[in-house]
């Protein structure tokens, strides 16, 4: 459809509309008649001067336009074709001027860290992972991570790399329905020596990533891994976990990247979230910190109990040091704070938990909602007349 501000699309709308009544029946807008219309309108409007440049604008930057593409050039970024043209100052100049290191051209959808990886220059992909890259960015139309086009261009130094980065993860698979590995030796021969050596090399480094991971995940992160064992009971748990303490295990060690739904946890945010109390206290009466993130949400641990409706966890956790620092925390990915998330599910007693602790009511998530908002728009009137209620006896004004 035609890009045009919303606005302007009302006039051709009624236009449609004036035409179906003279004619006494209903006009269909197929795209030829709404192009066609549009560019009577438009032209009217002083928007466009002609058809033809409506439809040009539109083929510029569409993702998935069939159109074949003669010059790619020209849905690169400066950043990109600095990269393109292996010109590392030029890189460092134009981040130190502002570049987004993760910005996505305007065809494929890939950022300058995409392209770094095909190339064999090793301090190019480093000085970009250095400067904020996402490591495992997926492009929008292949879905394919930097280590996917790593191993699929053979480029062996850049796989090394990529796989000795804590925060990579080998697992993510692309639109294609592969994962980075499934990548080694696409579409190439069989009886090839120099190919043959090369997948065997990168089958190695993966097979040392993996691992690497797990006896990490055991030596640095065995608290983690005791309540992550879901075949122990709370009182093993909390047994073993004794044992490891008094041998100065980490209480705050993060679990590595797993893929079991709590990449970089610490044990008392997946305690928080499982809801185990006497882990969480033994936890916190050793040093835990409540105030860390985990991988996916960057919750902590007030999100994670809050979300799951465990009043109990909440009231623990506001005895121990952290918890005013963070009860009005604001997750990154919907900017919603713990009430946010009690209120969310329909969670009562954890909502009331909080806000007797002086958690702020007059926090906006992403969507725009407070939490007494938020509860309104999903029917929970219990929950928005208790934060009605509050906020009368705050003296707070409800923002609009």
């Known amino acids: 459809m035609l890009k045009t501000q919303n606005q302007n699309l009302k006039p051709i709308q009624k236009a449609f509309k004036k035409l179906g009544e003279t004619m006494n029946k209903p006009i269909p807008i197929t795209r030829k008649a709404y192009q066609s219309l549009a560019l009577i309108v438009l032209s009217g409007m002083g928007i466009t001067a002609s058809f033809s440049e409506a439809v040009a604008n539109e083929a510029i930057g569409a993702l998935y336009s069939s159109k074949f593409e003669s010059n790619i050039n020209q849905n690169l ?18 981040i130190d001027s502002g570049a987004d290191v993760n910005g996505l051209d305007r065809l494929m959808g890939v950022a300058p860290l995409h392209l770094a990886v095909q190339g064999r220059n090793l301090d190019l992909v480093k000085l970009l992972v250095t400067e904020g890259a996402f490591v495992n960015l997926q492009s929008v139309r292949l879905g394919g991570t930097p280590l996917l086009l790593a191993v699929w261009h053979r480029n062996i130094p850049a796989v090394e790399y990529l796989l000795s980065l804590p925060d990579i993860d080998t697992t993510v ?28 090399t990168i089958n190695a480094l993966f097979a040392a990533h993996k691992e690497k991971t797990l006896q990490q995940a055991q030596e640095k992160a065995a608290i983690y891994m005791i309540v992550a064992n879901q075949a122990l009971s709370e009182e093993e748990m909390v047994a073993e976990i004794k044992v490891l303490l008094e041998k100065g295990y980490d209480v705050n060690a993060v679990a590595p990247v797993l893929k079991q739904g709590s990449d970089f946890h610490s044990a008392l945010l997946l305690a928080a979230m499982k809801g185990y109390l006497k882990v969480a206290k033994l936890l916190l009466d050793n040093g835990a910190d409540q105030t860390l993130t985990g991988a996916y949400m960057a919750a902590i641990a007030l999100h994670k109990a809050a979300y799951f409706g465990r009043a109990d966890m909440l009231t623990l956790l506001s005895q121990y040091p952290g918890f005013q620092e963070v009860l009005n925390a604001q997750g990154p990915n919907n900017g919603y704070t713990p009430l946010h998330d009690a209120v969310w599910h329909g969670h009562l007693e954890a909502a009331k938990v909080l806000v007797e602790a002086g958690a702020r009511l ?23 007349e208790y934060l009605e209620n509050t906020r009368s006896k705050r003296g707070n004004a409800p923002r609009k």
């Open 77 to 94: 970024t400066p950043l990109h074709k600095a990269v393109w043209d292996n010109d590392i100052q030029r890189v460092k100049a134009l």
């Open 173 to 200: 698979i692309s639109a294609a329905g592969a994962t980075a590995l499934g990548f080694n030796r696409s579409g190439t021969k069989a009886n090839d020596k120099a190919l043959n050596e090369d997948v065997a």
């Open 362 to 384: 007059d926090l906006k998530g992403y969507d725009g909602n407070t939490p007494e908002q938020l509860a309104r728009q999903n029917g929970y009137s219990m929950i928005a």
